[in-house]
Nanobody, 126 residues
Framework: QLHLVESGGGLVQPGDSLRLSCVVS????????IGWFRQAPGKEREEVSC????????DVADSVKGRFTSSRDNAKSMGYLQMNNLKPEDSGVYYC???????????????????WGQGTQVAVSS
């Protein structure tokens, strides 16, 4: 059983940066893929980024590519989402998730069916 806690959200202006953190406890994080999702009010949840536990490959959504970078530090049991050049459309609740990648299971699918944090709010407004 994993426990995930996100932090680092806040209210920022367009063009600003934020770094979200995700603390993972309960098991060794290196066994798990780490994903980031977001959900804006009235909109469906959106995949943002996913880091494979198998080969370390990172998938980033087209909507944030070039601005957002995800990373993980297994020794510290931490996941990170660095968000640069934030836009109002980036506003929403950001969640991290962790899941086991079985053979042939894509990263996002693994984390979707795994463990989730409670989310951290990001608001981008002038």
């Amino acid at each position: 059983q994993l426990h995930l806690v996100e932090s680092g959200g806040g209210l920022v202006q367009p063009g600003d940066s934020l770094r979200l953190s995700c603390v993972v406890s309960g098991s060794m994080m290196n066994f798990y893929a780490i994903g980031w999702f977001r959900q804006a009010p009235g909109k469906e949840r959106e995949e943002v980024s996913c880091i494979s536990s198998i080969d370390g490959s990172i998938d980033v959504a087209d909507s944030v590519k070039g601005r957002f970078t995800s990373s993980r530090d297994n020794a510290k049991s931490m996941g990170y989402l660095q968000m640069n050049n934030l836009k109002p459309e980036d506003s929403g609740v950001y969640y991290c998730a962790a899941g086991l990648m079985g053979e042939g299971v894509p990263c996002y699918r693994a984390v979707t069916h795994g463990y989730w944090g409670q989310g951290t709010q990001v608001a981008v407004s002038s």
